[in-house]
Nanobody, 119 residues
Framework: QVQLVESGGGLVQAGGSLRLSCAAS????????MGWFRQAPGKEREIVAR????????YYADSVKGRFTISRDNAKNTVYLQMDSLKPEDTAVYYC????????????WGQGTQVTVSS
């Protein structure tokens, strides 16, 4: 069974940076895609970025393009989200997710990490 553990959240001032990490563990980890989602209070969960594990194809939500960078380390089974030029509206719980059966569906989720951006 695959487990995802996020780290790297915290409190930062607007304009600052944070890097989130998501480490996948399990007897045999295999994923087609991994991604980051976020959910702000009173809002629905939304995708932030995703990367196809083998091909490296990347998608970003329009709201984070040019500010966030998703990357992966296949050897460490870890995906990262570098967040620069953070804005107060980026405040949310960020979740790591993996698609172990499909490129287009996420079936495994981490517990979430809080990111708070102060103005």
């Amino acid at each position: 069974q695959v487990q995802l553990v996020e780290s790297g959240g915290g409190l930062v001032q607007a304009g600052g940076s944070l890097r989130l990490s998501c480490a996948a563990s399990g007897r045999t980890f295999s994923a087609y895609t991994m991604g980051w989602f976020r959910q702000a209070p009173g809002k629905e969960r939304e995708i932030v970025a995703r990367i196809w594990w083998s091909a490296g194809n990347i998608y970003y939500a329009d709201s984070v393009k040019g500010r966030f960078t998703i990357s992966r380390d296949n050897a460490k089974n870890t995906v990262y989200l570098q967040m620069d030029s953070l804005k107060p509206e980026d405040t949310a719980v960020y979740y790591c997710a993996a698609g172990t059966r499909s490129l287009f569906e996420f079936d495994t989720w981490g517990q979430g990490t809080q990111v708070t951006v102060s103005s």
